[in-house]
């Protein structure tokens, strides 16, 4: 199973648990953004949430087979950023991938606008 399938089938499962607990998790949500968490509580759902995103990238990482559509783990990714901060190429190359990010967004844009101005 590729890890795409396995994120889609996540994706698909945590719509459904929204679907089932949509009342909770905005009631939960509420009681968040109230501010009604201390300091502490809302700096431990902040970690955990963190520790989840990164268990599930490493687990994404691990289940796809070696080839060109690999999603390098947490551990690659902070090498390679170590990596490239050290020899000084790390700005530059953050620079080029969010000119990358602004030109794709930028076409998609003027792509989506003008099929909505056709569709009326």
């Known amino acids: 199973m590729a890890v ?13 648990w929204l679907l089932f607990f949509r009342r909770r998790l905005a009631s939960a949500l509420t009681v968040f953004s109230r501010g009604k968490l201390s300091r502490w509580q809302a700096a431990m759902a902040w970690l955990v949430s ?3 995103f990164v268990t599930i990238w490493d687990i994404a990482s691990r289940l796809e087979p070696e080839g060109i ?15 490239l901060l050290a020899s000084g190429k790390l700005l530059s190359e953050a620079g080029i991938s969010c000119l990358r ?3 794709g967004f930028s076409a998609a844009s003027v792509v989506g606008v003008a099929v909505g101005l056709l569709s009326g």
């Open 101 to 103: 990010v602004l030109v």
């Open 69 to 83: 559509n690999k999603i390098p783990g947490p551990v690659q990714t902070v090498a390679a950023a170590g990596r």
């Open 50 to 52: 963190f520790l989840l």
């Open 4 to 16: 795409w399938d396995v994120l889609l089938v996540g994706a698909c499962l945590f719509a459904i």
